[in-house]
């Protein structure tokens, strides 16, 4: 997730927090912005900035942004709409879920690897309709589909 960085009113350079962010990334970020308020380093670049946050989330249990990019892309790909997905955590994970963003990283790739069995299995029911439909067509013995 892309995050606002840049210069105050007073001249030190910031890093925007967010509400969901675990106390290791709070805590990166106040060490960045000391160590380039004190001349210690250059702000990062955004890449470089995005990578230190995906590594604290990593080292706090939580999931990285791609992870979760990942995650919502599958949930889309299962036709999933924000309140099935929400739902779904909250029958897989046994708790109240009120957004994706406090997941750990135990309980994303729980729900990832949910959906993934869901793909499969409706993948398998739609070959194993097919094989059925051209078995019962009338014209099984000339139907260009039949396998």
């Given at each position: ?18 509400d969901g ?127």
């Amino acid at each position: 997730m892309a995050r606002r960085t840049g210069y105050d009113g007073r001249g030190r350079w910031r890093v925007e927090i967010l509400d969901g962010d675990p106390e290791g990334v709070r805590q990166l970020i106040g060490r960045l912005e000391r160590q380039v308020g004190e001349g210690e380093r250059e702000p990062p670049s955004d890449r470089a900035l995005a990578r230190m946050l995906d590594t604290a989330r990593r080292d706090d249990g939580m999931p990285t942004d791609a992870f979760m990019r990942a995650l919502q892309v599958r949930a889309k790909q299962c036709g999933l709409s924000r309140e099935e997905r929400l739902e779904l955590a909250e029958v897989i994970l046994r708790r109240d879920v009120t957004t994706w963003r406090g997941l750990t990283l135990r309980e994303a790739q729980r729900l990832m690897d949910a959906m993934e069995g869901f793909g499969y299995i409706a993948h398998l029911q739609i070959e194993q309709g097919r094989r059925y439909r051209y078995e019962r067509c009338p014209r099984a013995e000339t139907c260009p589909m039949r396998a």
